[in-house]
Nanobody, 115 residues
Framework: QVQLVESGGGLVQPGGSLRLSCAAS????????MGWYRQAPGKQRELVAA???????TYADSVKGRFTISRDNAKNTVDLQMNSLKPEDTAVYYC?????????WGQGTQVTVSS
């Protein structure tokens, strides 16, 4: 089992930046993939960004060039730096960890982009 706790969400104006952080309750070295998903009202949860154990990253087309995912195995954290935020980025953001076929989820953190 692993618990994931997100932090860093909030209200930001369009064009602004936020940094989300996900803290795991145990070492993330053995986790195959860690990532961030988001879910907007009335929409399905979607992948935002993911990072493999070797550092390979994947991004949704809608966030490429604006968001950066990183993992710190020493601190057991995965961060998502979000720049040039748009109103359509508004959603609850969830941290996810995959160990083989098992997925773990955090409780989510709200990100609202509005003027």
């Amino acid at each position: 089992q692993v618990q994931l706790v997100e932090s860093g969400g909030g209200l930001v104006q369009p064009g602004g930046s936020l940094r989300l952080s996900c803290a795991a309750s145990r070492s993330i070295v053995s986790m195959n993939t860690m990532g961030w998903y988001r879910q907007a009202p009335g929409k399905q949860r979607e992948l935002v960004a993911a990072i493999g154990s070797g550092g390979t990253t994947t991004y949704a087309d809608s966030v490429k060039g604006r968001f950066t995912i990183s993992r710190d195995n020493a601190k057991n954290t995965v961060d998502l730096q979000m720049n040039s935020l748009k109103p359509e980025d508004t959603a609850v953001y969830y941290c996810n960890a995959r160990v083989l076929i098992t997925r773990y989820w955090g409780q989510g953190t709200q990100v609202t982009v509005s003027s």
